[in-house]
């Protein structure tokens, strides 16, 4: 059974910083791209951040660019994102994803609520 499993999430004021961790089980983790998305209330979901399997090799959102960091970490199988200097537009469910090489899997876990504000 595929899980994805966020955590990490909460209420920060802007300038801090949170990280968020997504525990992943049920699947060949080195076959897939990992990915971390969010969605704001009244707005589409946007690809925040992606990671390869393979190379390290790793993109962002040019609204998180210099601000957020991808991660994972094979022998746990687990995902993080290191997320620094947080502003209020930060605000969103963010949700772990799995993408698998071939395209052809794509999983999704529930989301974390990551809440910007004084």
């Known amino acids: 059974q595929v899980q994805l499993v966020e955590s990490g999430g909460g209420l920060v004021q802007p300038g801090g910083s949170l990280r968020l961790s997504c525990a992943a089980s049920g699947f060949t983790f080195d076959n897939y791209y990992m990915r971390w998305f969010r969605q704001a209330p009244g707005k589409e979901r946007e690809l925040v951040a992606v990671i390869a399997s393979i190379g390290g090799f790793t993109n962002y959102a040019d609204s998180v660019k210099g601000r957020f960091t991808i991660s994972r970490d094979t022998a746990t199988k687990m995902v993080y994102l290191q997320m620094n200097n947080l502003k209020p537009e930060d605000t969103a469910v963010y949700y772990c994803?799995?993408?698998?090489?071939?395209?052809?899997?794509?999983?999704w876990g529930q989301g974390t609520q990551v809440t910007v504000a004084s």
């Open positions: 994803n799995a993408l698998s090489i071939s395209r052809q899997y794509d999983y």
